[in-house]
């Protein structure tokens, strides 16, 4: 239900440091149709790899791509215990 109303009905951002002025024009540029852009699932990837980064879990959704990244300096060896 939460993600229905989200996708549908409610985009919103709220920063209580930021106050209400700002977390309001950040609602609104950020989610204005003008603005708003998908990356697709290539060029997701591509970003990482360009930056060394390396996916230890890449999810595909209809809204994001939930995943987790390290840096491939930072991924442990594949032998390591």
């Known amino acids: 239900m939460k993600r229905f109303l989200y996708w549908h009905f409610l985009k919103c951002f709220w920063n209580e440091e930021?106050?209400?002025?700002t977390?309001?024009?950040?609602?609104?540029?950020?989610?204005?149709?003008?603005?708003?852009?998908?990356?697709?699932?290539?060029?997701?990837r591509a970003l990482g790899a360009a930056n060394g980064i390396v996916d230890v879990f890449f999810h595909v959704?209809?809204?994001c791509y939930p995943a987790?990244?390290?840096?491939?300096?930072?991924?442990?060896?594949?032998?390591?215990?």
């Open 61 to 63: 959704e209809e809204a």
């Open 23 to 44: 977390s309001t024009v950040i609602s609104f540029d950020r989610y204005s149709r003008s603005n708003a852009r998908r990356f697709s699932e290539h060029e997701v």
């Open 18 to 21: 930021l106050g209400c002025e």
């Open 68 to 81: 987790r990244l390290v840096h491939a300096s930072d991924r442990p060896a594949a032998n390591a215990q």
